[in-house]
C-alpha cells in the first residue's frame, strides 16, 4: 500500500506542475497533437462499446472478461482526454474539440483488430513526441500515458488476439506526420475552430493484404516521378530495413524483407536510408506480421 500511495502523490505533484506552468513554448502544440490522438481512440472505444455488446463479443468466442477489459480502456482513454484538456487550459491554450470519425468494425473481431492497431501507434506516437516535448514536468506526464498505451496494446495482442506481445526489443518512435497519416484516413472532418497541429499527413501507401516476408508485395501509392529509384522502407522493433521498388506502368511492387516481422510500418522513401520526413514520399502503412513463441511467423 505504501508504494501505491507513493505512485499517486507522485502523479498528483507532476499534474500540479505541469497545470502550473504557463510559458511552454511549443508544449501546447504537441499536447493538442497528443489530445488530438487521446479524442480518436476515446471515440473509437466509446462508439465500438455501444455498437457491441456482452452477448455480441460471446458469440464472437472471446471469454466474457475481454469486453469488460476494453470498458476500461475506455475509461482512461477519457481519462486521457480530460487530463490533457486540463493540462492545455491551465496553459493557456486551446485544446482541440473531437473530430468525427468512421472506423470500419463490423463485428467485435474487427473491433479488436482495429484496436491492437490503434494501442500500437498510440505507443509509437508517443514515443516519437517524447523528443519534441520542452518542458521536463510534460514529459513525465507523457511518459505516464505511453506506458498504459504499451499496456493496452499488449494485452490486446497477447491475452485476447493470442499472438506477440511485442515486436522487439524497442518501441518504434513515428514522427508526428507519420502518426497523422495513419489517423487521417479515419477521421472525416474536424471543427474549423481547432488550433493548427503540428503534422500533416503524408500521401498514402497501401500494402496488398496477402504481403509476406520474403515475398513480393503489390503496391498502392501516388508516383510524383520525382525519384528515378524508390523503396519500400521500414521501420520495426528490430531496425530498420528496405528493398527498391519495381514499377512496371501502373504496377508497383517490392519484396518483403524476410527479416520484417511483428508489426511494422512502411514508407514509400526516395532513397535507402533510414526514414526520415525529408526522404519520405508515402506513408506509413502499418502491416502485422504475428509470430509466434519460437519466432515463427503464424499463417
Same mark, same amino acid.
Given at each position: 500500500?505504501?508504494?501505491?500511495f507513493?505512485?499517486?502523490?507522485?502523479?498528483?505533484?507532476?499534474?500540479?506542475?505541469?497545470?502550473s506552468?504557463a510559458?511552454?513554448?511549443t508544449?501546447?502544440?504537441?499536447?493538442?497533437?497528443?489530445?488530438?490522438?487521446e479524442?480518436?481512440?476515446?471515440?473509437?472505444y466509446?462508439?465500438?462499446?455501444q455498437?457491441?455488446?456482452?452477448?455480441d463479443?460471446?458469440?464472437?468466442d472471446?471469454?466474457?472478461?475481454?469486453?469488460?477489459?476494453f470498458q476500461?480502456?475506455?475509461e482512461h482513454?477519457?481519462t486521457h482526454?480530460?487530463?490533457?484538456?486540463t493540462?492545455?487550459? /491551465? #496553459?493557456g !491554450?486551446t &485544446?482541440?474539440?473531437?473530430?468525427?470519425?468512421? $472506423?470500419?468494425y463490423?463485428d467485435?473481431? %474487427?473491433?479488436?483488430?482495429?484496436?491492437a492497431?490503434f494501442?500500437?501507434?498510440?505507443s509509437?506516437?508517443?514515443?516519437?513526441?517524447?523528443?519534441?516535448?520542452?518542458?521536463?514536468?510534460y514529459?513525465t506526464a507523457a511518459?505516464?500515458?505511453?506506458?498504459?498505451?504499451?499496456?493496452?496494446s499488449s494485452?490486446?495482442?497477447?491475452?485476447v488476439?493470442?499472438?506477440?506481445?511485442?515486436?522487439g526489443?524497442f518501441?518504434v518512435?513515428?514522427?508526428?506526420n507519420?502518426?497523422?497519416?495513419?489517423a487521417?484516413?479515419?477521421?472525416?472532418?474536424?471543427?474549423?475552430s481547432n488550433?493548427?497541429?503540428?503534422?500533416k499527413?503524408?500521401?498514402?501507401l497501401a500494402? /496488398? #493484404?496477402? !504481403?509476406? &516476408?520474403g515475398?513480393?508485395?503489390?503496391?498502392? $501509392?501516388?508516383?510524383s516521378?520525382?525519384? %528515378?529509384?524508390?523503396?519500400?522502407?521500414?521501420?520495426t522493433?528490430?531496425?530498420?530495413a528496405?528493398?527498391?521498388?519495381t514499377?512496371?506502368?501502373?504496377?508497383?511492387?517490392?519484396?518483403i524483407?524476410?527479416?520484417?516481422?511483428?508489426t511494422?510500418?512502411?514508407?514509400?522513401?526516395n532513397?535507402?536510408?533510414?526514414v526520415?520526413v525529408?526522404?519520405?514520399?508515402?506513408?506509413?502503412?502499418?502491416?502485422?506480421?504475428?509470430f509466434?513463441p519460437d519466432?515463427?511467423?503464424?499463417?
Open positions: 500500500m505504501k508504494s501505491f507513493a505512485v499517486a502523490s507522485l502523479f498528483l505533484l507532476i499534474d500540479a506542475h505541469v497545470l506552468r510559458d511552454q513554448g508544449d501546447p502544440a504537441v499536447l493538442n497533437f497528443a489530445l488530438t490522438l479524442h480518436f481512440e476515446n471515440a473509437f466509446r462508439q465500438g462499446l455498437n457491441f455488446s456482452e452477448y463479443f460471446k458469440c464472437a472471446f471469454p466474457p472478461w475481454v469486453r469488460g477489459r476500461q480502456i475506455s482513454e477519457q482526454v480530460d487530463f490533457l484538456t493540462a492545455l487550459k /491551465a #496553459a !491554450a &485544446p482541440v474539440e473531437p473530430c468525427t470519425y468512421n $472506423f470500419p463490423t467485435p473481431k %474487427s473491433f479488436v483488430d482495429l484496436s492497431a494501442e500500437t501507434v498510440g509509437s506516437a508517443y514515443t516519437g513526441a517524447a523528443a519534441l516535448i520542452e518542458n521536463k514536468d514529459l511518459g505516464t500515458i505511453l506506458v498504459v498505451e504499451a499496456r493496452h494485452w490486446v495482442d497477447s491475452s488476439k493470442e499472438q506477440n506481445a511485442w515486436s526489443p518501441e518512435p513515428l514522427d508526428p507519420a502518426v497523422f497519416t495513419i487521417s484516413s479515419f477521421i472525416t472532418a474536424c471543427p474549423e488550433p493548427p497541429l503540428p503534422a499527413a503524408n500521401p498514402s500494402v /496488398a #493484404a496477402d !504481403a509476406r &516476408p515475398q513480393e508485395a503489390a503496391l498502392t $501509392f501516388e508516383d516521378g520525382n525519384s %528515378s529509384s524508390l523503396f519500400l522502407s521500414f521501420l522493433s528490430n531496425g530498420p528496405s528493398s527498391p521498388i514499377i512496371n506502368g501502373d504496377q508497383k511492387t517490392a519484396t524483407p524476410e527479416s520484417v516481422k511483428g511494422v510500418f512502411a514508407f514509400v522513401t532513397n535507402n536510408e533510414t526520415s525529408n526522404n519520405t514520399v508515402a506513408g506509413p502503412a502499418l502491416i502485422m506480421f504475428p509466434g519466432g515463427k511467423l503464424l499463417n
